[in-house]
C-alpha cells in the first residue's frame, strides 16, 4: 500500500474541532455530524477537519496525547521496552503530520512535539528494523505485531512476507528433491530427509 | 520464486547455469562437449561442465551416462564460509541464482545439507536486504546481492522511498491507486472508449 493509502484510512479518525461559524447538521457517508455552533467544540473527521482549518473555518483541539509530557513518556517507555509500547492512537503519525502540518499555531510547542514524535518513530522504525533481522536469524515462523501502527505494518510490507515466502519456497523445493525416492540410493535420501527437520 | 515454469525466462536462465559433471560411458561424436578435447569422441571419465537441463536429462537416463557433482560454491569450503558469514560473499559475482539453482541441485548433494546451507545463507543475507533498502549508496548496497534478493532489495527500496516522501511533503497530487487501476471494470470501460 502507497503511504498515502493509509493516511487516507487515517483520515477517518474523529478529533475535536472548534468552529468559528454556525450550520446545520451534514450528512457523510461515515456518518452525521453536527450542528455546528461557532465557539463550542465538536467531533468531526479528521479530513474534514483539515479541510475546515485550510479555510480558517475552525480551530483544531489537539488530541490528549499530543502534548509534551505524555509524548516524553512515550519516548522513555520506547527506548527502554525491548517489544513495541502501545501508542496513544492508531494512527498516530497520520494524524501528527496532519495536524501539525495544517495547524501547528494550534498545538502548544508544536516544533518540540514534532521533534519528539520523529523520535518515537525513529526508534520504533529501527525497532522494528532490528526486529525483522532477529526473526529471520532465528528462523521463526510468524512474527508477532503487537502495538505495531499501520503505517509501520506497510513499512515492512513487501520485504519481510516476500522473504518469508521465499524461504519457504526454498524449503520445499530443497526438501521435496532431497526426499523425493529415488530407485538409486533411498537409504541416503531418507537419512538426510530426517535432519531437515532439526 | 514463481520460476518453475517451463517457459519461465528466469527459470530457463537457471538450468542453464553449469554443472560440473562426470561422463560414464564413451560418447561418439560427442568431443565438442568438452572444450579442451582434441578427438571427436568424448571418452568414458572426461569431467566436463555442461548445463544443468542437459545434465538433468543425462543423469536421468537408466542407465545414467553422466555422474553429477556439486557446482563449487555448494560444497564443503564454500559452505563453512556461508556458515559463518554469509554477509561476506558477493553472490552475483559467484552464484547468480544460488538460490533457485541450490534447488535443483539439493536433489543431487547425498548428504542433504545443500537445502540447508540454502536456508542459512538467506536468512543471514536478509540483513543485507534490509540495509540495502534504505542505503543511499544504493549501487554498491545491491552490487553483491543475487538477482532474486536484487528484486526484493529493489521492492523494499521502493516502499521505503513512498515511506520517506510521504514524511517529508506536506501534500501531495492525488493519483489513481494501482488497485483501482488494474480494476478489470475500468480497463473494460476504457477499451471501450477508444
Given at each position: 500500500?502507497?503511504p ?6 487515517g483520515?477517518?479518525?474523529?478529533i ?8 446545520d ?13 461557532a ?5 468531526v473527521?479528521?479530513w474534514?477537519?483539515?479541510m ?8 483544531i ?12 513518556n ?24 496532519l ?10 510547542n508544536?516544533?518540540?512535539i514534532?521533534?519528539i ?22 528462523g ?9 501502527t ?21 524449503q ?8 523425493q525416492?529415488?530407485?538409486l540410493n ?13 | 520464486?514463481e520460476?518453475?515454469?517451463?517457459l519461465?525466462?528466469s527459470d ?15 560418447l ?11 578427438e ?12 544443468l537441463w ?6 536421468s ?7 553429477v557433482d ?22 552475483h ?32 543475507r536478509?540483513?543485507?536486504l ?11 548496497a545491491?552490487?553483491?546481492l543475487?538477482?532474486?534478493e ?16 510521504w ?7 492525488l493519483?489513481t491507486?494501482?488497485m483501482?487501476?488494474?480494476?478489470r471494470?475500468r480497463k ?7
Amino acid at each position: 500500500m502507497d503511504p498515502y493509502e493509509v493516511e487516507f484510512i487515517g483520515e477517518n479518525r474523529i478529533i475535536s474541532v472548534i468552529p468559528n461559524f454556525s450550520y446545520d447538521k451534514i450528512y457523510l457517508i461515515c456518518g452525521e455530524f453536527g450542528p455546528f455552533r461557532a465557539g463550542l467544540p465538536i467531533n468531526v473527521p479528521l479530513w474534514l477537519a483539515m479541510m475546515l482549518k485550510q479555510k480558517q473555518k475552525c480551530r483544531i483541539v489537539p488530541p490528549d496525547w499530543m502534548e509534551l509530557d505524555t509524548l516524553e513518556n512515550i519516548k522513555e517507555e520506547e527506548k527502554r521496552s525491548r517489544f513495541f509500547t502501545k501508542m496513544p492512537n492508531e494512527h498516530y503519525m497520520v494524524e501528527a503530520k496532519l495536524i501539525l502540518g495544517a495547524a501547528s499555531e494550534d498545538v502548544p510547542n508544536a516544533a518540540e512535539i514534532k521533534t519528539i514524535i520523529k523520535d518515537i518513530w525513529d526508534i520504533r522504525m529501527s525497532k522494528l528494523r532490528t526486529s525483522m533481522d532477529a526473526l529471520m536469524k532465528s528462523g521463526g515462523g510468524y512474527g508477532r505485531l503487537d502495538h505495531l501502527t499501520m503505517m509501520e505494518i506497510n513499512s515492512a510490507k513487501p520485504l519481510l512476507p516476500s522473504a518469508m515466502d521465499y524461504l519457504l519456497q526454498i524449503q520445499k523445493k530443497a526438501q521435496q528433491r532431497v526426499q523425493q525416492p529415488s530407485a538409486l540410493n533411498t537409504s541416503t535420501f531418507s537419512q538426510s530427509g530426517s535432519s531437515q527437520n532439526t | 520464486m514463481e520460476n518453475s515454469g517451463y517457459l519461465s525466462i528466469s527459470d530457463i536462465l537457471v538450468t542453464n547455469e553449469k554443472i560440473p559433471c562426470k561422463f560414464l560411458h564413451d560418447l561418439p561424436k560427442m568431443g565438442f562437449l568438452d572444450p579442451s578435447a582434441s578427438e571427436d569422441d568424448l571418452k568414458a571419465g572426461t569431467n566436463v561442465e555442461i548445463p544443468l537441463w542437459l545434465a538433468e536429462s543425462l543423469h536421468s537416463r537408466r542407465p545414467p551416462l553422466v555422474a553429477v557433482d556439486l557446482p563449487k560454491i555448494y560444497k564443503d569450503s564454500y559452505r563453512e564460509i556461508l556458515n559463518a558469514d554469509a554477509c561476506t560473499v558477493d553472490m552475483h559475482k559467484l552464484s547468480q541464482y544460488f538460490y533457485e539453482f541450490g534447488c535443483y541441485i539439493a536433489k543431487h548433494d547425498i548428504k542433504g545439507e545443500v537445502s540447508n546451507t540454502l536456508i542459512n545463507t538467506f536468512r543471514q543475507r536478509f540483513r543485507m536486504l534490509l540495509s540495502a533498502s534504505v542505503s543511499t549508496d544504493s549501487v554498491g548496497a545491491i552490487q553483491p546481492l543475487s538477482v532474486s534478493e536484487r528484486l526484493q532489495a529493489a521492492a523494499a527500496a521502493n516502499t521505503e522511498k513512498a515511506l520517506s516522501e510521504w514524511l517529508q511533503r506536506g501534500d501531495s497530487i492525488l493519483t489513481t491507486a494501482n488497485m483501482v487501476a488494474n480494476h478489470r471494470k475500468r480497463k473494460r470501460a476504457e477499451m471501450e472508449m477508444h
